[in-house]
């Protein structure tokens, strides 16, 4: 069993996992990049696009590199594989409307942002 301040690490590195997956499935419905019909201030998503997968993948080594101080790794690989997993089926619960816009990208890279800054003060 855990100490406490490892089981909130991990809890809070599970919730990392699970934001930076989110954010990797809403951008992977977000494909072709190019649409002829689009208007110009509509083809800058690229930059949301981009941006956010960016940011949450930044965001996801930070606070693996911190949750690995605060916990054990083979706790870390359990609980990050399982929220791999369930991921697909909780953005399921999410309204097609969300997911398929730019606030699921900047939502879950945000989510992922803000559990990484919290795994990293908790390791210092």
Do not use: E
Not at 40 to 64: E, K, W
């Amino acid at each position: 069993m855990l100490p406490d301040g490892h089981l909130i690490a991990l809890l809070i590195y599970v919730l990392l996992v699970s934001a930076a997956t989110l954010q990797g499935l809403a951008a992977s419905g977000h494909f072709p990049l190019h649409d002829n019909t689009a208007k110009p201030a509509v083809r800058s998503g690229g930059v949301t696009l981009f941006g956010s997968t960016g940011v949450a993948l930044l965001a996801l080594v930070a606070g693996s590199i911190a949750a690995l101080r605060l916990t054990s790794w083979s706790a870390a690989i359990i609980a990050g594989g399982l929220s791999l997993l369930f991921a697909p089926l909780v953005l399921r619960a999410f309204p097609d409307r969300f997911v398929d816009g730019a606030g699921a990208l900047v939502s879950f890279a945000t989510a992922a942002v803000a559990a990484a800054v919290i795994l990293i003060w908790l390791a210092d």
